[in-house]
């Protein structure tokens, strides 16, 4: 398996492990029955919980991207190490993202989510050229 399609793996897995904190969040604050029902009217989350809830939403939002770089790279055979670089720089620049989004640094998460930019342009120069 290429690097790419292994970091679009981890992103995956990633993506799916940002539900963990707040849902956990959201379990410990307003309770098991709440939690199960429909969620009408459900205030929106603050602190942490709903820094952990933005940070996930943001990483699906830039899955879409990422996976069809990658994808587009492995099908036109233009994987190599410079697609292989990107990905990298993508997904831990990701990680980097949600750790410091849920801890509410501010600054350094915008730089976090420029580096995951940053992968994606990577990718799509490996592609083009």
């Known amino acids: 398996m290429t690097t790419d399609m292994t970091m679009l793996i981890a992103s995956a897995v990633l993506t799916v492990l940002l539900t963990l904190p707040y849902s956990t969040g959201h379990m410990l604050t307003r309770g098991l029955y709440v939690m199960a029902g429909n969620r009408e009217d459900f205030p929106a ?48 620049s990701r990680v980097l993202h949600a750790v410091v989004y849920i801890a509410g640094v501010p600054w350094l998460r915008t730089f976090a989510w420029l580096g995951g930019v940053a992968g994606m342009v990577m990718v799509l120069y490996g592609i083009v050229t």
């Open 45 to 92: 989350a603050t602190g942490w919980i709903g820094r952990a809830h933005r940070a996930h939403l943001n990483m699906v939002e830039n899955m879409v991207p990422f996976a069809a770089l990658v994808l587009a790279a492995a099908v036109a055979g233009k994987a190599d190490g410079w697609t292989a670089l990107g990905s990298q720089v993508f997904f831990y």
